[in-house]
């Protein structure tokens, strides 16, 4: 890490702790992609840190990212809710969060959950299901590590969505009677959507849902030492699959209309995660 970056993570860590008053530090970050900020009202006493207050935090400029750090408490548990993050499309920068990742650790943090909306490349997922990560296709081939020194950028990816908080999060939604999902997520860069053939290409290669973020953040997380869940809301079957035609605003209009199912499934699944790091 640069120490311009170092010195601006621990002056972000410093912030957030004045302005916490004595709040407790949460062990979970949750990590709101498009579709999915009504989460950030189900938790109580909230208190908000623009993300332009932290020195080590992205400016955003996309619909449905609203560029805020949350602390507040889900059913009694501490939690920070990051609305919005800054995607490698809108500057190739893979590691634009990776000051957001790093403050995260700085403060305590032990487990992110990440969310986004993707499209489906399964039929029998359709528009209005959740989709849990098992694993994930990197096939921007690139890295928010590039420019780390030392062996631990070698960070293995076996496990990178941690089995443990998969089998709590499945079990967590299921009680509420949600259905999770589960699959390969394919990265690509955008911000244009993918060709028919792409996604031809990505069914073959085994992915089931496609999108354009969360894995770099999973890597960034990964090399800090943090266990990461990650869910996909589906708001479209990938192109030449049906005849919607694909546009951003047809995204945010899909997820508004699966958000509340998709909220109270989130809500389960974060309040069931173990509080401890070394919890199962």
């Known amino acids: 890490m640069s120490a311009d970056l170092d010195d601006a993570v621990a002056r972000s860590a410093q912030i ?27 938790v109580e006493q909230p208190l908000d840190l623009p993300y332009a207050e932290l020195p080590a935090f992205p400016a955003l400029a996309i619909g449905g990212h609203a560029g805020v750090l949350r602390h507040g408490l889900l059913q009694g548990r501490p939690v920070w809710v990051l ?4 995607h490698a499309y809108e500057t190739g920068d893979a590691a634009a969060m990776k000051g957001v990742i790093r403050s995260l650790a700085a403060l305590g943090v032990h487990t992110l959950v990440q969310t986004n909306a993707a499209g489906s490349l399964d039929r029998a997922m ?14 921007v081939q690139q890295s928010p590590l590039l420019h780390e020194r030392g062996d631990g950028r070698f960070v293995g990816m076996v496990d990178a969505y941690d089995p443990a908080l998969r089998a709590c999060a499945r079990d967590a939604a299921r009680s509420r009677g949600h259905v999770l999902h589960e699959g390969v997520y394919a990265w690509v860069l955008g911000p244009q959507f993918e060709t028919p053939a792409e996604i031809r290409m990505l069914a073959l290669l085994g992915a089931r849902a496609v999108g354009m973020s969360t ?3 999973t890597i960034l997380a990964r090399h800090a030492g943090l266990r990461v869940l990650a869910l996909s809301m589906i708001t479209n079957l990938g192109a030449g699959m049906s005849d919607e035609a694909l546009s951003h605003a047809h995204t945010l ?4 209309a699966c958000a509340a199912a998709a909220v109270d499934a989130l809500s389960a699944v974060v309040a069931a ?6 919890a199962d």
């Not at 359709?126 to 096939?139: A, E, I, V």
């Not at 995660?273 to 070394?278: C, G």
Request: charged share 15%; glycine share 12%; net charge positive.
């Open 16 to 42: 957030v702790r004045q302005r916490l008053q004595g709040r407790a530090l949460p062990r979970t970050a949750v990590l709101l992609g498009s579709g999915w900020g009504g989460f950030a009202q189900a």
């Open 83 to 86: 609305a919005g993050r800054k």
């Open 126 to 139: 359709p528009p209005g299901s959740l989709m849990l990560l098992s694993d994930h296709l990197n096939l």
């Open 215 to 217: 894995v770099p953040e």
């Open 253 to 256: 209009q899909s997820a508004q």
């Open 273 to 278: 995660l173990p509080e401890a790091p070394d």
